[in-house]
C-alpha cells in the first residue's frame, strides 16, 4: 500500500517541485494532481467563451463543458437532479446563500437558529447576522469533551420554534464524524429544515445525499483536489424552488421590465454573473480522480496514518490530543497542544523542518472556548501522505520542547 501511495504522490507536481515537503495542512485545502491542472489549462486554452451566453461553437462547447460538470457533481454526491446542484465560489458562499435566502424565508421573530459549538466560522457567522436582523435567538448545540454530538441532545435542544438546523459532517478540527442521518430524522420530524456543512467530508469518505436526507449540502472544490473559487451548494429541489435568490443580475433572470422581472429556473436562479467555468471544469477532473482512485483506497488509506500519527503521538507525554480518544474517532484530523508551547511556535518549528501544519483557532474558536483551550496545532491527511511524512512529523514533534528550552 506504501508503494502505490508514493506512486500517487507522483501525480502531485507541488511534491517535484518540493521533493522534502512534508504537507499535513490537507484540511485547509488539498494539493491538485496533474489532472485537474490539465483541465484547467486545456479549458481556457481551447474552450473559453462565456458559458450560455452566445450562440456560436466556442460558447456552446464552454457551456457543455460547464453543465458537464455540474452532471459530473450530482453523480458523484447521488442528488437526485442537476437542478438540485448550484455552483458557488466556495462552502461559505454556499452557507451564505443559505442563510440569506433560506434564512430569510423562514426564519422570523422569536424564531430559533440552532447550531452546533463545533461549527466553523463560515457556518456561524452568516447564522449570527440572520438572528440579529430577524430578532431570532441563535442556540448552540453543545458536545462532550471528546466532540461527541448525540440524537439525546439534539432531541432536547429542538424546539417548536427551531426552523433551522445547521451542523458539520466532520469536524474541522476533531475530525469527529457526526451523525447525519440520525440528526435529519430528529429535525425532519419537528419539521426543522437541515443545513450540512460537508466541506471536510465529500474528500474524504462517500457522500450520498439522497441517503442523509438532508436538505442542504455545502462544500468547497478546493478541498478535494480541486481549484479554488469554486464551490458547492446542494439542495432538495422542492425546496430550492421555494428560496428567492441570493445575487441578481445577467444569467439569473428570464424576463426583465422597468419593474420587474422573472428568474430562470434552477440551477441558473442562484448563478449571477459570469460563472467560474474553468474552476468547475477542474472539479469534474477532481471527481474524476477521486474516483479513479476509489474511497475504498483513500478511506483506508487515510485511516492507516491517522491511527500510526495517534498512536505515536499517544506515547508522547507533552502532547495532548483533543478531541476522541480513540484513533477512529478522527477522519484524517488531529488537533493537539503541547505542554507550554505556543501553537505557532510549533509551526515554525515544523516549517523549518519542510513539514506544513495548522496553527491558531482553525476558525472555531467557540469549540475552543468550550473545551478549554485558547489555540491548537492540526495535522491532517490525505490519502497522498506516505508513513514516512507522519514519521517525519513525530520525530520533529518529539524535539519542539527542546528547541523552545525545556530539557526534554
Known amino acids: 500500500m506504501g508503494d502505490r501511495t508514493l506512486l500517487l504522490k507522483e501525480d502531485f507536481p507541488v511534491f517535484k517541485a518540493y521533493p522534502g515537503l512534508v504537507y499535513l495542512?490537507?484540511?485547509?485545502?488539498?494539493?491538485?494532481?496533474?489532472?485537474?491542472?490539465r483541465a484547467v489549462d486545456n479549458y481556457y486554452r481551447q474552450e473559453n467563451a462565456n458559458p450560455m451566453r452566445g450562440l456560436y461553437d466556442l460558447s456552446m462547447r464552454a457551456t457543455e463543458a460547464y453543465e458537464g460538470a455540474r452532471e459530473a457533481v450530482r453523480a458523484f454526491i447521488n442528488a437526485k437532479s442537476v437542478s438540485e446542484i448550484i455552483f458557488t465560489r466556495n462552502a461559505t458562499e454556499s452557507l451564505n446563500l443559505a442563510a440569506y435566502s433560506l434564512g430569510r424565508s423562514i426564519v422570523g421573530e422569536g424564531d430559533e437558529i440552532l447550531i452546533t459549538i463545533a461549527e466553523h466560522h463560515s457556518d456561524l457567522l452568516p447564522w449570527q447576522l440572520l438572528a440579529k436582523e430577524k430578532g431570532a435567538k441563535l442556540r448552540y448545540l453543545e458536545c462532550d469533551e471528546e466532540g461527541l454530538f448525540t440524537e439525546e441532545g439534539l432531541r432536547a435542544a429542538l424546539t417548536d420554534r427551531t426552523k433551522i438546523f445547521a451542523f458539520t459532517h466532520i469536524s474541522n478540527v476533531l475530525g469527529r464524524i457526526n451523525d447525519v442521518k440520525g440528526f435529519v430524522k430528529l429535525c425532519r420530524e419537528n419539521g426543522t429544515v437541515t443545513v450540512c456543512d460537508g466541506a471536510q467530508s465529500?474528500?474524504?469518505?462517500?457522500?450520498?445525499?439522497r441517503d442523509l436526507g438532508v436538505d442542504l449540502l455545502a462544500f468547497s472544490g478546493h478541498k478535494m483536489l480541486g481549484p479554488m473559487g469554486i464551490g458547492v451548494l446542494y439542495g432538495r429541489e422542492e425546496l430550492l424552488e421555494k428560496m428567492p435568490p441570493f445575487l441578481s443580475g445577467g444569467e439569473m433572470i428570464e424576463y426583465v421590465s422597468r419593474d420587474s422581472a422573472t428568474y430562470a429556473p434552477l440551477p441558473h436562479k442562484f448563478e449571477a454573473g459570469t460563472v467560474n467555468a474553468g474552476g468547475?471544469?477542474?472539479?469534474?477532473?477532481?471527481?474524476?480522480?477521486?474516483?479513479?482512485?476509489?474511497?475504498?483506497?483513500?478511506?483506508?488509506?487515510?485511516?492507516?496514518?491517522?491511527?500510526l500519527c495517534f498512536e505515536e503521538m499517544s506515547r508522547i507525554p507533552f502532547v495532548r490530543i483533543m478531541g476522541g480518544r480513540r484513533a477512529e474517532d478522527h477522519c484524517g484530523i488531529i488537533t493537539f497542544d503541547i505542554e507550554g508551547v505556543h501553537?505557532?511556535?510549533?509551526?515554525?518549528?515544523?516549517?523549518?523542518?519542510?513539514?506544513?501544519?495548522?496553527?491558531?483557532?482553525?476558525?472555531?474558536?467557540?469549540?475552543?472556548?468550550?473545551?478549554?483551550i485558547m489555540s491548537?496545532?492540526?495535522?491532517?491527511?490525505?490519502?497522498y501522505n506516505t508513513e514516512?511524512?507522519?514519521?517525519?512529523?513525530?520525530?520533529?514533534?518529539?524535539?519542539?520542547?527542546?528547541?523552545m528550552g525545556y530539557g526534554e
Not at 465529500?202 to 445525499?209: E, G, W
Not at 514516512?388 to 528547541?403: C, G, H, P, Y
Open 25 to 37: 495542512d490537507n484540511s485547509a485545502t488539498q494539493q491538485k494532481p496533474e489532472s485537474v491542472l
Open 202 to 209: 465529500v474528500a474524504h469518505i462517500p457522500v450520498d445525499v
Open 280 to 307: 468547475a471544469v477542474g472539479l469534474r477532473a477532481a471527481i474524476e480522480y477521486i474516483n479513479d482512485i476509489g474511497f475504498d483506497l483513500i478511506t483506508r488509506r487515510e485511516e492507516e496514518l491517522t491511527r
Open 343 to 372: 501553537p505557532h511556535d510549533v509551526a515554525a518549528i515544523m516549517d523549518s523542518k519542510e513539514i506544513a501544519v495548522r496553527a491558531g483557532h482553525h476558525c472555531a474558536q467557540p469549540l475552543h472556548k468550550h473545551l478549554g
Open 376 to 383: 491548537s496545532t492540526r495535522v491532517s491527511f490525505a490519502f
Open 388 to 403: 514516512e511524512d507522519v514519521m517525519r512529523f513525530i520525530a520533529a514533534l518529539k524535539q519542539v520542547r527542546r528547541m
